[in-house]
């Protein structure tokens, strides 16, 4: 195995990570809870409490080239169960979301279900399960995917062959390329906001800023 | 008792392969006075894939949602999938903080103008409704039927956003089960993950996860394991030939909650929709009803032997009761010992 | 004073000596950096504090006032800190009829092992000072005398 | 006045942030000031020498001296000036370090916040006035409370040495938890063994009175002489004729009470004698189990006693006592682990308490020192130890560490092989903190001689599957997850202060931690003492101990009280309040607030008057600030002397 030298640590890794998840990873004494109640531990190359400590020592390419990061199910186990009350599980969608960024797939298939899922949502407002298989499997290559299923689902009408398409399948197909060009980078928006303030109420793109403030109801509950 | 009218996401799964949840929760809402008006031309939530490619996206996905129901004077939501449950809770939260909302403002431009809540179906059962209007309802009691209830790893995780029963140890379906008439065993693995979300892309974990779970209510002795989620249901229901294939011993029928509910009702067949269902509940239901016979047969025993018991206990007292007097008048010594014969006669 | 004019505002503390002094030690002990403005005055207990010291401070200059005492229940001559509060609550309310922002006065507690809560309230408040800026000079204060008489 | 300012380097300490010179010049220039110098250890003999001699050569009358916090230093320094001849309270000090140098790297802020607060000193001992002290008698009595390990030491050394000692403790029997473990580490000796001589000479030593069951209601008064109200609870048995034969317990019906002692491994009866070794050993009846206390219908113990000790209408008994200082060890108690639902939130039998555990191993204990499952009473053949459950976490907000679970652990597993020779015992561990004389020799022992498994990781999850089950943890430093099926699971449940330590902190007027701890003195010079005068602590009340360090402390504890109550006289503190007699408008206010009833009203020429009884006023001062007049002054912080304070910083 490679020596690493920690002279040449970058912090900067860990900053991005700490910044984008708001969590604080320092916090993490590797008591490894959430590698213990991990349900997709089998599957990773790193078990997640190893991810935290290589995200800690700024191990950004093995972090982001990582199979875990894409293989975690996000259910939450090792956010409810940190002793140091870390959401791990935020911490994986993080790095998950910086490989993205990175262009980095650890685990294809897993890109692959995403981009069909997404795709079907985008020509079709909702996601439609046939479709996304039939993409998913033009994406890897996997034709045999779950035909097992197909006896027991489609007598009983349960996957409609042809999808729901929503009239307003368009305006979801926009939210998702106005994504792709970039519309929601935090540097343009916080931008936008900072000249709209400037300018007064009502200018931002975002329109009623009193509106802003508290859109969940159970906040008080 | 009044009507509650609230907005309502079926959710894409509703039409497809969770029909049977969609079906059902319709039908007991319409029992419980539980008006559901369905947001207009709603779309979807994103699910896991679109908080794995970024948070602002799923929330502008959700966002859209909120956005039809503002349209129509739609505010307070539910929806019957924890997964959605999850995301558009999760939205709702993240929005709160000025830049994420004018980011998701930037991709949907449509901004909320309004505060909107988002709840379970189980949840609003449980704590709007209650498990006593529940009860009352009940036309078919469940009585014999062994369930355990599985609620998955999103019902009630994160603790701090969903604020909803325990997160480790839930309760509330355990508690609608009850009251329909269940016998309800105590499932350790109630929130254990399934690996719902992975099962197409990382296929091996099924039999793993699912395995495990079904492995544990069967050598329970359940009849049933009753879900909340369909991404849960399918893996555990669609797939478990899969897991069966691995190794599983057990075959598990997997209802929802709500087709139990249905069922409990007395409601049709079409509600209940109990042949959607991959694995047949039929024995399960048959198991339930030789268990209900025995029970039945047990309470009539029992009935009898207390009657016998409680004519006996008078005669005796009747009994004592004479012989005190004539003890008393023979040997006044003797007189407390009888009285406290007699008093533990009367307490018997 | 004058070099720092520019960075520092005038804050004064009166710390009972048993519990906020002792947390205010304790912060030092585990250097756990503050903003350099405040002084401090150390009473026995936070009971001993008239308020006519606090009025008198920030009529007098001072553009911040903090108050730190035991723990509910935790004073160490019984109950000294839940008359300071009566009191202190009173004041608070008193402050804008003197035209003094109540915000140049808060009352707190820090026990004598609460270093870090103590390095946070000195953080807090000085940012919170700070915010306020400079308290508007006092150069004749009528109210501070009818004050002294009735008080004396 | 003249004042002379004494600005300490403190090595680095001070000077490395502030330009002690500097404060010294600036010093010179306020007003009175004779004389300002810089030094580099004001504490030190030189220090002090030095002090002392420019007292002389510039015929000064008041110091200064800024250096760390009086907290520390003050008593030093005014023993200094009293030694040039100056009256001690003619000193102040300014708290450069701690409150400047120490948290603040900005050179230029720090000397002048350092110059500033000499000001306020200064000007603050421009009002100073001579103060003496007034001495008054002691009472050569010591009150222990709590009857564990740490307050038995305290109460044996102090009745050695010649004191009187009143021992509390609230449950039936002494001994705390010691008595309920089994053995003890690293010397695996069995625990009653060592402890139970202790507990038979505190039962017959005749300086000790000992108050089994009973509870301090309420503690008056100051050092030299507190009153102290003990409650002794209602046993329902005249401790005087019980010989504690044992017979009730034998014939009791209620057989189905919960076993304090034995941790509820096993019911009791109702009337019970905690242990075989209890001291004292008498019998006494936990109300709440009692057929006839709750239901009115038994009363069969009474019938058995052979001296006729039950007496079921016996009251609670409150016991009067003055005492000169008091030493509290109420020691700890385990967290309630039945938060942590994923370890079953205690709806698992066979997952148990370490504490639990130690009940099982004991000969004594319910099961006879039988392992056995308590579920099917089975002998367990895979046990597994979980540590840190209820330590280290700071999502339960116990973020410290027990101490003494790794050792506990390490021996229990010694045990389990010694009382089950084919049985495997498995270790979840965080770290093994084992840094006591032997102590790291043992963990490593635990391993290689009797191959317990130590996994270095957290346990996610324990559920019941069939008989077995299942702990599913992680081995990090193999980087995986793991399973065992277990037969027999243990806690290692932390500790936290004693569940109503809190409450006698609030008796006794000393603080507590967040975690219910009592805080000393000084957390390294003065281990044992607290601020309130003539309280001491033992154990693990002040923060958790093993039984040596328990048993060290309680040592301490009694040398500390055994040095104060060897006088005869003690100096009272006069900061105290006193009254202007004409200022004096006799509203009675003063009296009403002052929590200690040290002001009584009086008749001055048919005026009434408020006086201060001197022995009994603290110096809270609450009464000055009610005062409407300004009457009444607590001297040494006067209004004049805080105002002078005020005044010195707001003038610039």
């Known amino acids: 195995m490679e020596t690493v030298c920690l002279n040449k640590q970058d912090n900067s890794f860990t900053r991005a990570v700490e910044e984008r998840s708001g969590q604080v990873v320092s916090r993490c004494y590797q008591c490894g809870n959430c590698t213990a109640g991990c349900p997709m531990s089998f599957l990773f190359d790193y078990p997640v409490s190893r991810i935290m400590r290589l995200i800690q020592a700024g191990q950004k390419e093995t972090v982001l080239s990582s199979k875990a990061i894409w293989l975690c199910a996000a259910c939450n186990t090792c956010t409810q169960r940190c002793p140091n009350e870390i959401d791990v599980s935020g911490v994986m969608d993080t790095c998950r979301q910086m490989a993205r960024r990175e262009n980095k797939f650890g685990v294809h298939a897993v890109r692959a279900f995403v981009n069909a899922f997404i795709d079907s949502v985008k020509f079709n407002g909702r996601s439609h399960e046939v479709g996304i298989m039939a993409l998913y499997m033009l994406y890897t290559g996997r034709f045999w995917t779950d035909v097992d299923l197909a006896p027991k689902v489609l007598p009983k009408g349960k996957m409609a062959i042809l999808p729901h398409r929503i009239n307003g399948r368009a305006e979801v197909a926009a939210i998702i390329s106005r994504y792709k060009q970039g519309f929601s980078d935090p540097e343009l928006v916080r931008a936008r906001l900072a000249a709209a303030g400037g300018q007064g109420a009502g200018a931002s793109a975002g329109g009623d800023k009193g509106s802003r403030a508290g859109h969940g109801k159970e906040a008080a509950s | ?348 | 004073m004058s070099v720092l004019n520019t960075k520092e505002l005038r804050i004064i503390g009166f710390l009972c000596n048993w519990c906020s002094y002792g947390g205010a030690d304790t912060a030092g002990v585990g250097r756990f950096t503050q903003p350099t403005d405040l002084r401090v005055v150390r009473v026995p207990c936070s009971g001993r504090i008239n308020p006519l010291f606090i009025l008198k401070s920030l009529l007098g200059g001072a553009d911040g006032v903090l108050v730190s005492g035991c723990h509910p229940r935790d004073c160490h001559y019984a109950e000294g800190n839940f008359y300071a509060r009566r009191r202190l609550e009173l004041l608070k309310g008193f402050l804008p009829v003197l035209g003094i922002d109540p915000r140049r006065f808060e009352y707190t507690w820090v026990s004598a092992s609460e270093g870090q809560r103590w390095q946070h309230v000195v953080e807090a408040f000085t940012a919170q000072i700070h915010g306020l800026g400079p308290a508007r000079g006092w150069p004749e204060a009528p109210e501070l005398e009818i004050l002294n008489a009735v008080a004396r | 006045m003249r004042i002379g300012v004494f600005i300490c380097h403190c090595g680095s300490n001070i000077a490395g942030t502030v330009d002690c010179a500097a404060v010294a010049a600036k010093a010179a220039t306020y007003p009175d000031v004779a004389y300002a110098t810089d030094i580099m250890y004001a504490c030190a003999e030189p220090g002090q020498d030095a002090i002392i001699a420019a007292i002389k050569e510039h015929q000064l009358s008041g110091v200064v001296v800024a250096s760390c916090t009086p907290r520390m230093h003050e008593p030093t320094f005014r023993k200094t000036v009293e030694r040039a001849g100056l009256n001690r309270y003619m000193f102040e000090m300014a708290n450069i370090r701690e409150h400047v140098s120490w948290i603040g790297k900005d050179i230029e802020a720090n000397t002048n916040k350092a110059a500033e607060l000499v000001r306020m000193a200064a000007a603050k001992l421009r009002l100073n006035k001579e103060l003496k002290p007034k001495s008054f008698p002691v009472t050569k009595r010591l009150l222990v409370v709590g009857g564990g390990v740490a307050g038995i030491q305290a109460a044996l050394d102090a009745a050695d040495a010649g004191l009187e000692v009143i021992l509390v403790e609230k449950q039936p029997t002494i001994g705390g938890k010691m008595a309920k473990l089994d053995k003890t580490f690293p010397t695996v000796d069995c625990s009653s063994c060592i402890l139970g001589p202790r507990m038979v000479d505190v039962a017959q030593h005749p300086n000790i009175t000992l108050y089994a069951y009973s509870e301090v209601e309420s503690v008056s008064g100051y050092v030299g002489n507190f009153d102290v109200k003990i409650r002794k609870k209602a046993s329902y048995v005249d401790w005087v004729k019980c010989t504690g034969c044992g017979l009730c317990t034998e014939k009791c019906p209620a057989r189905k009470s919960y076993d304090r002692f034995n941790e509820g491994v096993g019911p009791t009866t109702a009337i019970i004698i905690p242990f075989p070794q209890a001291i004292p050993k008498k019998a006494s009846i936990e109300r709440e189990h009692c057929r006839l206390l709750t239901g009115g219908k038994c009363g069969v113990c009474a019938k058995v006693c052979p001296t006729g000790a039950i007496n079921y209408a016996m009251e609670d008994e409150i016991i009067e006592a003055r005492v000169g200082g008091i030493v509290a060890a109420t020691g700890y108690d385990l967290i309630d682990w039945k938060i942590y639902e994923e370890y079953g939130g205690g709806r698992y039998p066979d997952v148990v308490t370490s504490l639990q555990y130690e009940r099982m191993l004991s000969a004594s204990g319910p099961t006879g020192g039988h392992i056995k499952r308590p579920s099917d009473g089975v002998e367990p053949k895979d046990v597994v130890f979980i540590q840190c459950v209820g330590s280290r976490d700071p999502s339960i907000g116990r973020p410290y560490c027990s101490g003494f679970c790794c050792m506990y652990t390490a021996k229990q597993a010694i045990l389990t092989k010694d009382h089950i020779p084919d049985s495997q015992s498995y270790v979840f561990y965080m770290d093994i903190r084992s840094p006591g004389k032997g102590y790291d020799e043992f963990t490593r022992r635990v391993q290689e001689e009797y191959k317990a498994r130590y996994i270095r990781g957290r346990v996610s999850l324990v559920y019941p599957k069939g008989n077995k089950l299942i702990v599913r943890g992680a081995d990090t430093l193999m980087g995986v997850q793991v399973e065992v099926e277990a037969d027999l699971v243990v806690l290692a449940v932390g500790a936290e202060a004693a569940s109503e330590s809190a409450k006698l902190a609030e008796k006794l007027r000393i603080s507590y931690d967040s975690y219910g701890f009592f805080m000393e003195g000084h957390p390294k010079l003065k281990p044992v003492e607290t601020n309130t005068a003539g309280v001491f602590l033992a154990g693990a009340c002040q923060g958790l101990k093993d039984i040596p360090s328990s048993v060290a402390q309680g040592s301490a504890a009694a040398a500390k009280a055994i040095g104060l109550l060897s006088r005869d006289m003690l100096d009272s503190d006069p900061q105290i309040a006193f009254v202007s007699a004409n200022r004096c408008v006799g509203c009675g206010k003063c009296i009403e607030v002052c929590p200690f009833k040290a002001i009584q009203e009086i008749d001055l020429r048919g005026q009434p008057k408020a006086e201060v009884i001197e022995t009994v006023c603290q110096g809270c001062g609450l009464c000055n600030a009610t005062c409407p007049q300004g009457a009444i002054q607590l001297s040494h912080f006067t209004d004049n002397q805080i105002l002078a304070e005020v005044e010195a910083l707001c003038r610039f």
Not at chain 2, 15 to 36: F, H, M, N, P, W
Request: proline share 6%; glycine share 8%.
């Open chain 2, 1 to 348: 008792m009044s009507k509650i009218t609230l907005g309502y996401f079926p959710g894409c799964s509703g039409l497809g392969t969770s029909a049977e949840y969609e079906k059902s929760t319709r039908a007991v809402c319409r029992e419980l006075g539980i008006d559901l008006r369905e947001i207009p031309d709603w779309n979807c939530c994103g699910s896991t894939p679109a908080h794995t490619v970024d948070p602002v996206l799923s929330s502008a996905f959700s966002a859209r949602v909120f956005a039809q129901g503002e349209q129509v004077g739609i505010t307070d939501v539910i929806t019957p999938c924890p997964s959605c449950l999850s995301n558009l809770r999760n939205a709702l939260r993240h929005m709160d903080d000025e830049l994420f909302a004018a980011r998701v403002d930037a991709l949907t431009e449509r901004p909320l103008k309004q505060e909107h809540s988002i709840k379970s179906v189980l949840q609003v059962i449980v704590e709007d409704i209650g498990l006593d209007s529940v009860k009352a309802r009940v036309r078919k009691p469940l009585t014999g039927l062994k369930a355990v209830a599985y609620y998955g790893c999103l019902m009630n995780r994160p603790e701090k956003v969903m604020r909803f029963d325990d997160p480790e140890n839930p309760v509330a379906m355990d508690q609608v089960l009850e009251v329909l008439g269940a016998e309800v065993l105590p499932f350790p693995l109630k929130v254990d993950c399934c690996g719902g979300s992975m099962s197409i892309p990382a296929r091996r974990s099924t039999p793993h996860l699912a395995g495990k779970i079904l492995d544990l209510a069967g050598e329970m002795g359940a009849d049933v394991v009753v879900v909340a989620c369909p991404l849960c249901q399918m893996n555990l229901d669609l797939r478990q030939g899969q897991s069966r294939a691995a190794g599983l011993k057990y075959t598990l029928p997997v209802p929802y909650f709500t087709q139990l509910m249905a069922y409990a009702f007395g409601l049709s067949d079409a509600d209940t929709a109990f042949k959607l269902l991959a694995e047949d509940i039929a024995p399960a239901f048959t198991c339930m009803s030789r268990r209900s016979d025995e029970i039945k047969a047990e309470e009539a025993r029992k009935a009898v032997l207390a009657e016998e018991k409680a004519r006996a206990a008078a005669e005796k007292a009747a009994k004592t009761q004479a012989g005190t007097e004539t003890a008393a008048e023979k040997q006044p010594g003797g007189k407390s010992r009888a009285n406290s014969a007699s008093a533990a006669g009367g307490a018997a």
